[in-house]
């Protein structure tokens, strides 16, 4: 606690005394970059004017504001890949404030060097430290599994990003379990992104504008999860004209719809525009004769995902969104398992551009459900919940080059937990948690050194814990083509994961709010405090070696001080006689508590190499990771602690007006850890006690086990490859058909023996798939 108010106290003093003087008076000019033929916003692109140093990069909305312009005439200008250069000329004078709507055009060429320079300049003018900025384009680069590129199959190709299986894996994000991974759609939190097959998520890759995916060292704008981010936003509907896409494949089907509600006029005016997306996996009926070869009664996966989207705007810019959506997922392993999760949600999120300040207000309010339920044979059922609202208020202000963003954040949950440890131990809990928050952060430029401080303020009412968490950012631009970075936090959450992390395979995924069952100490000391934290430092370098490739190494290293784990150990319950000292019966918190206290790390380096242009298109990553568990009685790696990790991306597009396009993706990863088998015994159940007559009872079979986790499995590899050909209909439409095969070469991926039989299961063998999608 002392070394958090330390780097607390020396955050506020760097924004103190580095806060330039914001009382400049000088023009502004400001407004958004819209495509011209949707009305959909173009981030990421650079607005500048011609023959100075003046210039900023729209953001995810497509606002831009340029502010501290001395007076006089000026050309304003916009390049971006695949359109037209536009030029409008403006005049400042004095304390001017103007606002423009921009529209560009498709142009007849593509402009690869104006688009290299854009990315450029913007890995020159932000921080970007373990963060990785994702659009449409960019997903559909790799092959698609089922004819439909998906987020799921992008993120495991991100540097740091660990996939557990094709069956029910879960993604792990340098060192953090998915529980410690926070996921926002909109300004909304989504608490199970991914479907259970584990190669699709809720997500429609259609009606997505940007994902930024923080792994690590994010600033203080995030917060109550101690390893990593996922924020991604949707796009607007259509606003010139009624749109859509339709496909199908062997996997599943989708249906997006977008149009005007009203209009957009570029002279100006107001509009608004919906979209709607839906899709589902008929995958446990198609399997049954399409893939037999894996398992005769089919693969037991179907999923529907429903999104909705409404879209306000104003003639200067200011937006509101209103969107509601409905996930669920179900599997069906017949005489095994069986399991299903529904979650729904809605709200609303907004933008405003005051009249004549350079300011940008953003705020949101969401409400989001979520339920699980798992029955295993004879096993009682288990089921979790959590449900709950959000809400936040943001600003931004813009100084020259440098801008402060500050706002608050609150949100309330409830979570139910129901279930049975492996010893049949029942655990139940219901609790209702709130969380409030306030955040600061300043981006300033001061010549080649880019530096971001941030301060976030958690406070966890119902445990009435306050957790103060300084941030920061630095880049230092070596050169035009070297750039150094870095990135340090602490971080804190409350929610915890309803399956332990020693659990090797588990479909059931939910949530648990800070328990009260907990042991008191922990390696000797007393336990202060009910929250899991970590403390992130990661530094890095990006390197431009030649004019269409970037090279980026991070090294990282993420202490987790306190996790809370579900006590998988526990026999007897937390009451008396077991938890009285005096009594000679006392046993240790280890065998009572319902969950225990761990602690570990993570560390290691991730390298990334990207070569982009027009037709070719190819991304290397290789990573090299350590993960470290300790509780109380041992020491531990866990399940998803892969050492060595590497992606090979290529997609090549070819033919005229590159209506052809090939894509392949080779993965290599090195064997997960699991407990080997020392042998047998039989194991009597004592069903009657100490009455019971173990001469004649029969027992079951027991299992001896090794040392946890100290034995390998083999290495995992896959090959998967696509060809997509996209045919133009009339004006508007295109028609792509896509072929694809998932693990080409018929790998034998090991997904876990059965130590009783020894019969081995694997990871997905050969799979083709087809599809065909129509957009108009």
């Known amino acids: 606690m002392k070394k958090s108010i330390g780097f607390t106290i020396v955050t506020l003093l760097l924004m103190l005394l580095i806060t330039p003087d914001a009382?400049?008076?000088?023009?502004?000019?400001?407004?958004?970059?819209?495509?011209?033929?949707?009305?959909?916003?173009?981030?990421?692109?650079?607005?500048?004017?011609?023959?100075?140093?003046?210039?900023?990069?729209?953001?995810?909305?497509?606002y831009f504001t340029i502010t501290r312009i001395p007076d006089g005439d000026y050309t304003l200008m916009v390049t971006y890949l695949g359109y037209d250069t536009l030029r409008e000329k403006v005049s400042i004078k004095g304390n001017t404030v103007?606002?423009?709507?921009?529209?560009?055009?498709?142009?007849?060429?593509?402009?690869?060097?104006?688009?290299?320079?854009?990315?450029?300049?913007?890995?020159?003018?932000?921080?970007?430290?373990?963060?990785?900025?994702?659009?449409?384009?960019?997903?559909?680069?790799?092959?698609?599994?089922?004819?439909?590129?998906?987020?799921?199959?992008?993120l495991q190709v991100l540097p740091g990003v660990i996939f557990t299986g094709d069956q029910g894996g879960q993604l792990y994000i340098r060192g953090g379990s998915p529980i410690q991974n926070k996921v926002i759609l909109d300004g909304m939190i989504i608490y199970n992104p991914f479907h259970s097959i584990g190669l699709f998520s809720v997500f429609d890759t259609d009606i997505l504008r940007n994902a930024d995916i923080y792994t690590g060292g994010f600033n203080a704008q995030h917060g109550g999860r101690i390893s990593s981010v996922m924020d991604l936003t949707t796009r607007d509907g259509n606003k010139k004209r009624i749109a859509?896409?339709?496909?199908?494949?062997?996997?599943?089907?989708?249906?997006m719809i977008e149009g005007p509600i009203k209009k957009q006029n570029e002279s100006g005016g107001g509009s608004s525009s919906f979209i709607i997306s839906a899709k589902n996996s008929y995958l446990k009926e198609t399997s049954k004769f399409l893939y037999e070869y894996i398992d005769s009664a089919g693969l037991p996966f179907n999923y529907t995902d429903v999104y909705g989207k409404i879209s306000i705007n104003a003639g200067n810019g200011s937006k509101v969104n209103l969107y509601g959506f409905n996930f669920n997922d179900k599997v069906d392993y017949t005489d095994l398992a069986s399991y299903n999760w529904k979650s729904s949600g809605g709200?609303?999120?907004?933008?405003?551009?005051?009249?004549?300040?350079?300011?940008?207000?953003?705020?949101?309010?969401?409400?989001?459900?979520?339920?699980?339920?798992?029955?295993?044979?004879?096993?009682?059922?288990?089921?979790?919940?959590?449900?709950?609202?959000?809400?936040?208020?943001?600003?931004?202000?813009?100084?020259?080059?440098?801008?402060?963003?500050?706002?608050i954040e609150m949100l309330g949950f409830k979570t139910v937990f129901d279930y049975f440890n492996s010893v049949g131990a029942a655990i139940n809990q219901t609790e209702n948690t709130t969380e409030l928050a306030g955040f600061v952060k300043y981006k300033m430029t001061r010549g080649k050194l880019l530096f971001e401080p941030g301060l976030r303020l958690q406070y966890y009412a119902s445990l009435s814990n306050f957790s103060p968490e300084p941030r920061l950012a630095v880049k230092y631009n070596?050169?035009?083509?070297?750039?150094?970075?870095?990135?340090?936090?602490?971080?804190?959450?409350?929610?915890?994961?309803?399956?332990?992390?020693?659990?090797?395979?588990?479909?059931?995924?939910?949530?648990?709010?800070?328990?009260?069952n907990l042991q008191e100490s922990f390696n000797g000391?007393?336990?202060?405090?009910?929250?899991?934290?970590?403390?992130?430092?990661?530094?890095?370098?990006?390197?431009?070696?030649?004019?269409?490739?970037?090279?980026?190494?991070?090294?990282?290293?993420?202490?987790?001080?306190?996790?809370?784990?579900?006590?998988?150990n526990k026999i007897f319950p937390d009451e008396d006689p077991y938890n009285d000292p005096t009594d000679p019966n006392y046993k240790a918190d280890y065998y009572r508590k319902d969950f225990i206290i761990e602690n570990g790390d993570a560390n290691g380096f991730d390298i990334s190499v990207k070569y982009d242009n027009r037709k070719f298109y190819f991304w290397a990553v290789y990573s090299?990771?350590?993960?470290?568990?300790?509780?109380?009685?041992?020491?531990?790696?866990?399940?998803?602690?892969?050492?060595?990790?590497?992606?090979?991306?290529?997609?090549?597009?070819?033919?005229?007006?590159?209506?052809?396009?090939?894509?392949?993706?080779?993965?290599?990863?090195?064997?997960?850890?699991?407990?080997?088998?020392?042998?047998?015994?039989?194991?009597?159940?004592?069903?009657?006690?100490?009455?019971?007559?173990?001469l004649v009872s029969n027992g079951d079979l027991g299992v001896l086990?090794?040392?946890?986790?100290?034995?390998r499995l083999p290495y995992y590899h896959r090959l998967d490859v696509s060809l997509m050909k996209r045919f133009r209909i009339g004006e508007e439409g295109i028609m792509e058909v896509n072929l694809s095969v998932t693990n080409i070469y018929n790998r034998d991926n090991i997904f876990y023996v059965n130590r009783i039989t020894g019969e081995k299961v694997y990871q997905l063998p050969v799979m083709p798939s087809f599809g065909i999608t129509l957009s108009f």
Do not use: C
């Open 624 to 694: 090299l990771a350590y993960v470290n568990r300790s509780d109380d009685s041992i020491s531990y790696v866990p399940h998803y602690d892969r050492r060595h990790n590497v992606n090979l991306v290529g997609s090549y597009r070819f033919g005229e007006e590159q209506m052809w396009e090939f894509n392949v993706r080779w993965n290599l990863g090195s064997g997960f850890p699991f407990t080997q088998t020392q042998g047998e015994y039989e194991k009597l159940p004592f069903g009657q006690g100490a009455a019971t007559n173990y």
């Open 244 to 255: 859509g896409k339709a496909g199908a494949s062997t996997f599943g089907a989708k249906l």
């Open 347 to 407: 709200g609303v999120n907004f933008l405003v551009i005051p009249g004549s300040n350079p300011v940008l207000m953003e705020g949101n309010f969401a409400y989001s459900t979520y339920k699980i339920n798992m029955v295993e044979g004879s096993l009682p059922s288990r089921s979790s919940s959590i449900n709950g609202f959000n809400m936040g208020l943001g600003f931004t202000y813009f100084l020259g080059k440098d801008e402060i963003k500050y706002g």
């Open 23 to 62: 009382s400049a008076q000088n023009g502004t000019i400001r407004g958004f970059v819209y495509e011209k033929e949707t009305g959909e916003p173009v981030i990421f692109t650079n607005v500048y004017l011609y023959r100075t140093s003046f210039g900023a990069a729209t953001d995810v909305n497509g």
């Open 98 to 154: 103007l606002t423009k709507k921009l529209f560009l055009k498709k142009g007849a060429f593509n402009l690869d060097a104006v688009q290299i320079t854009a990315e450029r300049e913007e890995a020159r003018s932000d921080t970007r430290t373990s963060v990785i900025k994702l659009t449409p384009k960019q997903i559909s680069r790799i092959p698609t599994i089922g004819g439909q590129p998906d987020l799921a199959q992008y």
């Open 705 to 711: 086990y090794a040392e946890y986790n100290k034995a």
């Open 478 to 516: 070596l050169t035009g083509k070297i750039r150094l970075k870095m990135a340090a936090g602490l971080y804190s959450q409350n929610l915890i994961s309803a399956t332990s992390d020693r659990d090797v395979v588990n479909l059931f995924y939910g949530f648990l709010s800070g328990p009260d």
């Open 525 to 568: 000391k007393d336990v202060t405090h009910k929250l899991q934290k970590s403390q992130h430092i990661i530094a890095g370098v990006e390197l431009d070696p030649f004019e269409l490739m970037t090279v980026n190494v991070e090294v990282y290293y993420k202490n987790f001080s306190q996790l809370t784990n579900i006590n998988r």
